[in-house]
């Protein structure tokens, strides 16, 4: 695959199902389908931890979350373990981000060459709620997942049309002073991501659709009773404020609204990659940190291990990439770490190491079919306990270390409605799984590992009592917004 330049359009918490292309009967994205028809589209790609923080140091770095210890969204990427930024910009590439990256601050070296409105953690700190893995705190700024729910702008939409003004002015005027090596231009959006406020013309276009669906398993008979999704429901107790069913639809059509929000904004940069002549010289990706569960199964937000979250969307195009093809093979957003590398001429390089778990999605689009396990895993707000997740084969196994599993045949049942945990006949297929994620990692011990590094970091913050005092942050603030804690 020959060098050229690389856009990377990130979304922040897309479920890999709320677009057209992945057959949404409602969901408008023309904008990225059309990506999606002259390119390759992804249907089982997982993230890496699904959740903002943990999830973006692992794509930064192309490593699962136990190799590189960002825990939580109180443990935000430092730089301190190496980058494909920090990688290609070491040797020479211009590589730029705009947008989100969630990081622990600005002072501290990204890897990047640029960066332009960056947002991070807040105080440097994150969301130190999640630090607190035991009797868990009931999160104060829950209500404003159905109180912020309707047509209207917000410090969200607002940032993400800077960023994609930015991105587009950045093409225009930047991209062809770099002549001697290819650039990676890094644009990340922080919709659909919460507060569920869309744009009137986005919003109301769900909301006054008679088709706009229910989510799926939300009567109260229908919801699952396993104990790490109680915690945290529990915890985050979004669905408290969701208290009729209109509710739910204001909330199901702004999140729905703020999907055709960002593949609008998305679509910009995309014509300006075209009205400047550079998208022959350019692949594309698309994908997202991490998908939300918009009310399915009574929950709101991120933070378990069904489809709908642990799943993100994943599109490629350009150059050398085969054009209308849907691959199914599991994959992962650490496979897009040698990719990167792929695309800037540096695969032969020492930037990829050995312990790089990646395979590049190059290699997946052309039919590879690795002999592997793709891994999600999670360790941080509302859950008392260490969630694996892999796929072996059609069934996707959920180990728990405190709680008992989840197995899943994802052929025969897409939407997870039959746990075949406690089946006698799936009784050898559990057994595998357990010892096929064995292979990659010991659960009790990352479990144990991620405890001692939050209970540490709870002492440097005062202690429990100080931490609730400090209060719930709800979302992050994009730069120039002040933090308000409930």
Not at 337 to 350: K, R
Request: aromatic share 10%.
């Amino acid at each position: 695959m020959r060098a050229q330049n690389l856009l990377i359009i990130m979304s922040d918490q897309h479920s890999r199902g709320m677009m057209g292309c992945y057959g949404h009967p409602i969901v408008r994205t023309p904008n990225l389908d059309r990506l999606a028809a002259r390119g390759t589209r992804f249907t089982s790609c997982w993230t890496p931890s699904p959740v903002c923080i943990p999830a973006r140091a692992a794509f930064a770095t192309g490593k699962y979350i136990h190799q590189i210890g960002f825990w939580d969204n109180a443990d935000p990427y430092d730089g301190s373990v190496p980058s494909w930024h920090h990688r290609l910009r070491e040797a020479g590439h211009r590589v730029v981000s705009i947008g989100k990256l969630h990081f622990r601050s600005e002072e501290e070296d990204a890897g990047f060459s640029q960066t332009i409105v960056p947002m991070h953690v807040v105080e440097g700190k994150g969301d130190l709620l999640g630090l607190i893995r035991d009797d868990l705190p009931v999160r104060g700024a829950a209500y404003k997942m159905a109180g912020l729910a309707g047509p209207g702008e917000s410090p969200y939409t607002l940032y993400d049309r800077e960023i994609a003004a930015r991105a587009q002015i950045w093409l225009h005027e930047e991209a062809r002073k770099c002549t001697d090596r290819p650039w990676v231009l890094f644009v990340s959006f922080v919709a659909p991501h919460y507060p569920l406020t869309a744009p009137p013309e986005h919003f109301y276009r769900y909301y006054n659709d008679p088709r706009l669906p229910q989510p799926r398993f939300y009567a109260a008979s229908e919801r699952p009773n396993h104990p790490f999704v109680l915690d945290y429901a529990r915890s985050f107790n979004f669905d408290d404020y969701f208290k009729t069913d209109k509710d739910v639809r204001r909330g199901t059509a702004g999140y729905c609204g703020l999907c055709s929000f960002m593949d609008e904004q998305a679509g910009k940069v995309l014509d300006a990659l075209d009205a400047t002549g550079l998208t022959p010289a350019t692949r594309v990706i698309y994908t997202s940190d991490h998908g939300d569960a918009v009310g399915q199964r009574g929950l709101w937000g991120k933070s378990t291990m069904y489809e709908e979250v642990v799943g993100v969307p994943m599109i490629v195009a350009g150059d050398s990439i085969p054009s209308g093809r849907v691959v199914d093979t599991p994959a992962s957003l650490l496979d897009i770490y040698p990719f990167i590398m792929d695309c800037a001429g540096e695969a032969g390089s020492h930037f990829i190491e050995p312990d790089h778990p990646g395979v590049s999605i190059a290699r997946l689009a052309a039919g590879e079919t690795p002999q592997r396990t793709v891994l999600s895993e999670y360790h941080g707000m509302g859950s008392t306990t260490g969630a694996f997740a892999i796929r072996n084969g059609r069934y996707k196994y959920v180990h728990y270390v405190k709680y008992p599993p989840q197995l899943f045949d994802l052929e025969a049942d897409p939407d997870e409605a039959h746990d075949l945990a406690d089946e006698p006949r799936c009784a050898n297929v559990l057994r595998d799984c357990e010892a096929a994620l064995r292979k990659l990692l010991s659960p009790e011990e990352v479990d144990a590992r991620a405890k001692r590094r939050q209970a540490e970091q709870l002492e440097r913050y005062g202690g429990r009592e100080a931490i609730i005092a400090r209060g719930d942050l709800g979302f992050s603030p994009p730069p120039g917004i002040r933090a308000e804690f409930h």
